[in-house]
Structures are given as C-alpha cells and as structure tokens.
C-alpha cells in the first residue's frame, strides 16, 4: 500500500541591513544556503544572492518606487508539498509542486534519468508547468537524494514500478485531476516512462524526451565510438576501446570470461582511450549486475502498446541513438499500438541533451536548449488539459 507522508518547512525572514553584503550575519547567509525558495526586492545586494543554493529558485518581488511592482499572484504562482510514497521495501521521496488556483489539476510526473538523479535535475521544467497551472511531480531515483533502495539493483521495470506507484500516489489525491495525470521522462527516462505507460490506463499523455531505439548495450557502443572520433581518436583506439566494451558487456551478460577481461583491462588501463570505456577492475562492482538487468530490454517493444498520446522530442545531432531511423520506428510503432496522437519532433542541432553548443563566432558562451525544446512541451501539454480557475 502507497504511504504519503507531509513535511513542513520553515520560513527565514532576512533583513538586507544597510546594504553592504560584508555586514550580514552568519546566520543569515546559511539561512539563504538553505532555502529552496528566496523572494528578494530592489533593495537587496546581488552578493548577498550569492549564497543561495545553485538549484534554488530565486524570485524578484520587484518592489521599486514609481515603477510597476510584481503582483503577488505572479509571486505566489504554486506552493510545494513534501510526498514520500513506498513501491515495496523501497521508500521514495519527492515534491508536488501545487498551483494555487482552484483545483483539481492536471499533474505532470517527472520520471528520474541515468545515474543519481534527483528531484532537483527535474526542477526547471516542473517549476515552469507549475506556474502555467499544472501541478508537477518530481521525486529522486531510487538510491539518490532522500529515497531508500539501489538504482544499480533495479531493472527499468522496476523503476517503471515506483513510476506506477507515483501514479497511484497523485490519484488519490482530491486537488489533482485523476483523469488528467501524465509522465514526462528524458534519455533513460524515457525508456521507464514509455514501459509505464504500456502498462496503466491511468496514463493521460506521455512526454518522451531524447528516446532511442538501440537496447542499452548498443546505445553505450554507439555513444563511445561518436564521442572518441568527435575527440580526434584513431580508428585503431576506437576500435580496441569497442572491443573492450563487448567484453565487458558480456560479462555482464553471462558471468563467463572473466580472466580474459580483466587481461584485456590490465593491457588498456594505461591507454588514453580507457576512461571512455568505463570498464571495472572487480568482478564485484556494482555496475555488472546494472548492466545485466537492463542490456535486454528494447524500447520498440514498449512504444508498441503506449496508447496515450505522446510528444517525442529528439536532438538531431544527438549520438546515442540514429535519430531519423528512430522518429520512423517510433512512428510505426505507436501506430501499431492503435496510438491515435502523437507527435514526433526533431530538434535541429540539439544534442542529446537537447543543448545546441555555440556556432563558431556565435553570440552566446555556454549552451543552451535548443529552439522549441521549452515551447513545443509547454504548448503541446495545455492544449492536451483543463486547467483550474
């Protein structure tokens, strides 16, 4: 049975003091590291913002003589409730990100990517679906963040469980729309979130961001090879750095040919090329049992029963997956599945990431999303909702 726990919080009122941030107390500044939300004025030094925490959300209360100030409905757009839920022995933690206007709401989960991943690497989107009027779901993978379990020990239908739990959670729930409860998953993601929606028909919209149509083996194959020859490898590296990986790969797989690995791995640990192949030294490392749990599983056979309509948003320049040959699959498949919406968009330049990198004399430094990434996925899901009033 699925447990919700509530938590409360705590509010710091902050005075700025005469403006010079060399003068604010200690106390203040871990007050500020601990927020994960701050509302600041005019008044307030940049530097005393400076102590915030890098993931929490900072808000302007615009407050400035004779200019227009931010309302305090723009202010206070959705609050933020603590959920723990349990899917078996495993406890999962996360925040429901709540409108404030008047219920019950339409309600995005946000299913967890690769590796440790938290709520927080799922805390952009959900604060922009939240202010739209969407409640958003975001919770941390098992074994990351406040979550018991291991995610090196759960199979994606495992994962796709907690998804399911997650579900359940939302459903029951008065000020959330049980007709109107979706998934949004990316990479990894995607994968559980389309095996979650195959199996429930609680499932009102599917957001695959960054799917691909190679089982995990293959995927990490590919990725290696594209990135070693996009790093100015010799074909000979790649090659050796593959060979290695099938071994490892295989061992996963089997249990067998072990000391014919490790004396592969022996040879290559001095090569430049190693790190790429991400290969263990002990037969015990957590990350051969991960591998066998999840190297068999194809993402075709899922999208072949997602019913729901689906938003698939793939980068074009994306190298772990062939990206034309995966917006055709996708698109038969979901047909076979009788899937009557969807829409399959191909980002041009994006990455895996859906990061389009800086062209050579461009205008800006770091990365960005791609053009349409934000937009396609928030004007796709209110035209799929019924907002509260």
């Not at 509010?11 to 994960?36: F, H, N, R, V």
């Amino acid at each position: 049975m699925d447990e919700v726990a509530k938590a409360s919080g705590k509010i710091y009122l902050i005075g700025a003091g005469p403006g010079d941030p060399k003068l604010l107390t200690i106390k203040a500044a871990e007050a500020i590291g601990a927020s994960d939300v701050i509302v600041y004025d005019y008044l307030v030094n940049p530097e005393v913002l400076a102590h915030s925490r890098r993931n929490a959300e900072v808000i302007d209360a615009g407050k400035r003589a004779g200019q227009p100030s931010t309302s305090q409905a723009h202010i206070v757009q959705y609050k933020q409730e603590e959920l723990r839920f349990s899917n078996a022995a495993v406890d999962i933690a996360g925040t429901l990100m709540l409108p404030t206007t008047k219920g019950p709401h339409p309600a995005v989960i946000f299913v967890p990517s690769s590796g440790v991943a938290t709520r927080d690497s799922s805390r952009f989107l959900a604060d922009l679906f939240a202010r739209r009027g969407i409640a958003a779901f975001i919770y941390d993978k098992r074994g990351a963040g406040g979550s018991t379990g291991d995610w090196l020990q759960a199979s994606f239908d495992d994962l796709a469980a907690d998804s399911l739990a997650a579900i359940r959670v939302l459903k029951n729930r008065k000020d959330i729309n049980p007709r109107q409860i979706g998934l949004r998953g990316q990479s990894q993601g995607a994968r559980v979130a389309a095996i979650t929606a195959s199996r429930s028909k609680d499932i009102a919209f599917v957001i695959l961001v960054a799917p691909g149509k190679l089982n995990p083996e293959q995927q990490e194959l590919r990725r290696v090879e594209y990135e070693m020859r996009r790093d100015g490898f010799s074909e000979g590296d790649i090659r050796e750095a593959l060979m290695l990986m099938r071994m490892k790969f295989r061992f996963a797989r089997t249990g067998n040919e072990w000391d014919e690995y490790k004396a592969a791995v022996e040879k290559a640990r001095d090569m430049k090329w190693f790190s790429y192949a991400l290969a263990p030294f002990s037969k015990d490392d957590p990350s051969f049992r991960f591998w066998r749990l999840v190297n068999d599983y194809e993402p075709v056979k899922a999208w072949e029963k997602v019913r729901p309509p689906v938003l698939a948003i793939l980068g074009e320049l994306d190298t772990n997956t062939p990206v034309s040959e995966t917006a055709a699959i996708m698109k038969e498949a979901l047909k076979q599945a009788g899937n009557k919406i969807f829409f399959i968009e191909v980002l041009p330049r994006a990455e895996h990431t859906l990061f389009v990198r800086q062209e050579k004399g461009g205008q800006w430094k770091w990365p960005r999303f791609a053009n349409g990434y934000v937009e396609w996925q928030n004007n796709w899901l209110l035209q799929r909702v019924t907002l509260g009033k």
